[in-house]
C-alpha cells in the first residue's frame, strides 16, 4: 500500500507562462476553493501548486490529464478535487460524465427515477448516455446533476433547459439564467 504524501510537504510550483486567462482562471479557482472547504484555501492552493509541476497538460485530452492527476497520491486529493483540478487545467472538454460526490448521488436518483439501472462507475462515455442526457453539456450536466440531486423535478428542468441553452461547450451552470431562479446562479 502507497502512503500519500502529506500536504504540508508539497512544494508548489507555479508556471511562468500565462497558460489560461486569468479571468478563466480566477473563476475556475473559486469553484475549485469552493468544492474545497474541508480541505481549507490554503491546502487547496498547495496541491494546486503542486499538481500544476506535476502535469503538463499540453496535448492531452481530459480524460488523460484527470488520469494523470488521480494517479498522485497526496493527502485530501479526492475524486472532486480531481475533477476540478482537471477543469484548472485545461480548456479541454470531458467525452463523458465523470460520477463523484453530489453528482453521483444525483445520476442514480436520475436513473432511479427513470426506471433506468445504476451501474456504480467512475466514469460513463457520453454514449452509454440515457437518451435524455446525451445531447447534454457535459460540464453543465455534471453541475445540474449535483445541485439538483435532491430536487429529480428540479433537475430534469434545468437538463432540459441546458439543452435549449445556447452556450457552447464547456459553460457551467453559473453562466446560465435559470428560469424563475434568476437572482440564484442555479
Known amino acids: 500500500m502507497t502512503t500519500k504524501t502529506p500536504i504540508q510537504d508539497l512544494t508548489p510550483v507555479f508556471p511562468k507562462k500565462n497558460w489560461i486567462s486569468k479571468k478563466v482562471r480566477k473563476e475556475k479557482l473559486a469553484t475549485l476553493v469552493?468544492?474545497?472547504?474541508?480541505t481549507g484555501y490554503t491546502?487547496?492552493?498547495?496541491?494546486l501548486g503542486y499538481v500544476i509541476s506535476q502535469v503538463n497538460p499540453k496535448g492531452k485530452s481530459?480524460?488523460?490529464?484527470?488520469?494523470?492527476?488521480?494517479e498522485l497520491s497526496i493527502?485530501?486529493?479526492?475524486?472532486?478535487?480531481?475533477?476540478?483540478l482537471t477543469c484548472i487545467l485545461t480548456e479541454k472538454k470531458p467525452k463523458g460524465l465523470f460520477l463523484h460526490a453530489g453528482t453521483k448521488i444525483g445520476y442514480k436518483k436520475f436513473c432511479k427515477s427513470n426506471?433506468?439501472?445504476f451501474e456504480n462507475k467512475k466514469y460513463i462515455p457520453k454514449?452509454?448516455?440515457?437518451?435524455?442526457?446525451?445531447?447534454?453539456?457535459?460540464?453543465?450536466l455534471e453541475d445540474i446533476l449535483c445541485i439538483y440531486?435532491?430536487?429529480?423535478?428540479?433537475m430534469r428542468r434545468q437538463i432540459e433547459l441546458s439543452k435549449k441553452s445556447k452556450f457552447k461547450e464547456g459553460?457551467?451552470?453559473?453562466?446560465?439564467?435559470?428560469?424563475?431562479?434568476?437572482?440564484?446562479?442555479?
Open 62 to 70: 481530459f480524460e488523460k490529464i484527470h488520469q494523470e492527476i488521480s
Open 34 to 38: 469552493a468544492h474545497q472547504k474541508r
Open 127 to 140: 454514449s452509454e448516455l440515457p437518451l435524455d442526457l446525451e445531447n447534454c453539456n457535459l460540464l453543465l
Open 43 to 47: 491546502q487547496t492552493i498547495q496541491i
Open 115 to 117: 426506471g433506468l439501472k
Open 149 to 154: 440531486k435532491d430536487d429529480v423535478t428540479e
Open 171 to 186: 459553460y457551467r451552470v453559473g453562466d446560465m439564467k435559470c428560469g424563475k431562479n434568476k437572482k440564484n446562479k442555479c
Open 75 to 84: 493527502k485530501r486529493l479526492g475524486p472532486l478535487m480531481t475533477f476540478d
